[in-house]
Each structure stands twice: as C-alpha cells, then as structure tokens.
C-alpha cells in the first residue's frame, strides 16, 4: 500500500501562488504516476494534473499555463509531488487531493483545502 499526506493549502487573494505537496510513503517503489485532482462544493472531483515515473504530464485545460505539476524522485523512486499554482482565481477554490497508480492500486490522500478570495 502507498499513504499519501498533502500540505500547502490555505487562503490565498486572486492572482496570488500556492505549491502543493504531497508526500508518499509505504511501498512507494511500485507507484507508476502521481497527480492532483480537486473538488468544489457541490460538484465532481475533477482532474487537475498528472505526472508519471517519465515525466510525462497532462494537465486540465482550466490550468493550462498557471499550474504546473513535478516530482521529486531519490535512488529513481518517486516519494513526493508538488503543484505550484500562480495567478490562482476563485474557480480554482476546491479541496485538493493527491492521488497515485501503483501496481497495488490506486490511492488517495486526505484533501487539503484551497480558497482564492479577496
């Protein structure tokens, strides 16, 4: 199983930057990509970004140009995925979640909350 702990949220005014982390432990060798999803009051979760082991992204169209999704890999395993966020909008107010695939599954973290209000 993988665990997956994010952090970095937080209130921040439009056009402000946030970078979200998320850290991963447990059988963190078996993780094929990472990425972030996100879900407002009342709608899905949707996707916002994700990453693999090759580092190929892809990201939503509402983030195109303002996010922007890495990892951080030691001995070529991943262990942590970060998304930094600029000129962040109200419409990107959501719970942030991390998600990984592995070859266990997949795997969610806890949320971490993301208001963009003046």
């Known amino acids: 199983q993988v665990q997956l702990v994010e952090s970095g949220g937080g209130l921040v005014q439009p056009g402000g930057s946030l970078r979200l982390s998320c850290a991963a432990s447990?059988?963190?060798?078996?993780?094929?990509?990472m990425g972030w999803y996100r879900q407002a009051p009342g709608k899905e979760r949707e996707l916002v970004a994700t990453?693999?082991?090759?580092?190929?992204?892809?990201?939503?169209d509402s983030v195109k140009g303002r996010f922007t999704i890495s990892i951080l890999s030691r001995y070529n395993v991943v262990d942590t995925v970060y998304l930094q966020m600029n000129n962040l909008k109200p419409d990107d107010t959501a719970v942030y979640y991390c998600?990984?695939?592995?070859?266990?599954?997949?795997?969610w973290g806890q949320g971490t909350q993301v208001t963009v209000s003046s």
């Open positions: 998600h990984t695939e592995s070859l266990t599954g997949g795997y």
């Open positions: 447990g059988s963190i060798f078996t993780i094929n990509a």
């Open positions: 990453i693999t082991t090759a580092l190929k992204t892809n990201y939503a």
